[in-house]
């Protein structure tokens, strides 16, 4: 079945970095976008960044572009989220997903990972 | 602020019905599918309702969807304990290049 897992969530001060990975499985990953999306303590749903089937798209959340890259590595079946610069209103509990049907994107997310909390704090 | 807008509670007891609400525009709802998911405590987001009254395999036929211009619903039958949770629409939008939610509605079972 399908699994995402993700990691390298952690407490960082403002100003540092840390790389997210998504451990995929159960499914043929280059074939598939893939997402990160977010929720902030008491907060709703956001998505930051996305890639497309083949890596040839990647797009990004306002609040995010020019700090995160997203990127895909098909043969170790993993994505990843590099974020740079952050700040205490990216703490949150950062989630990947894919989508639902291949060679899609944007549209539905079918699978969700239980997600990697990030804490930005002095 | 997200460019859906939901209303923030919803309650019900066992065995009634409640329905959840998500407004748009033009720009987002009027124009594309809305999806539904749900997010109950310790688990991962989980896709309920897909292409505006789509079933993925394994939920049950008491979760329904509907939309109509620029709103959608979603509507949860015999409601049941474990249902408690927050409950996300989502669409794409014309000027955002990845998937947009809803700020989330929290429904509890008294």
């Known amino acids: 079945q399908v699994q995402l897992v993700e990691s390298g969530g952690g407490v960082v001060p403002p100003g540092r970095s840390l790389r997210l990975s998504c451990a995929a499985s159960g499914f043929t990953f280059s074939t598939y976008s893939m997402h990160w999306v977010r929720q902030a303590p008491g907060k709703g749903l956001e998505w930051v960044a996305g890639?497309?089937?083949?890596?040839?798209?990647?797009f990004y959340a306002d609040s995010v572009k020019g700090r995160f890259t997203v990127s895909r590595d098909t043969s170790k079946n993993t994505l990843y989220l590099q974020m740079n610069n952050l700040r205490p209103g990216d703490t949150a509990v950062y989630h990947c997903a894919k989508e639902k049907a291949s060679y899609r994107w944007g549209e539905v997310l079918g699978y969700w990972g239980q997600g990697t909390p990030v804490t930005v704090s002095s | 602020q997200s460019v859906l807008t939901q209303t923030p509670s919803a309650s019900g007891t066992p065995g009634q019905r409640v329905t959840i609400f998500c407004f748009g525009s033009s720009s987002n709802i009027g124009r594309d599918t809305v999806h539904w998911y749900q997010c109950l405590p310790g688990t991962a987001p989980k896709l309920l309702i897909y292409n505006n009254n789509q079933r993925p395999s394994g939920v049950p036929d008491r979760f329904s969807g509907s939309k109509s211009g620029a709103s959608a619903s979603l509507t949860i039958s015999g409601l049941q304990f474990e249902d408690e949770g927050d409950y996300y629409c989502a669409t794409r939008d014309d000027f955002l290049d990845g998937p947009v939610f809803g700020g989330g509605t929290k429904l509890t079972v008294l």
């Open positions: 890639t497309s089937y083949d890596a040839g798209h990647k």
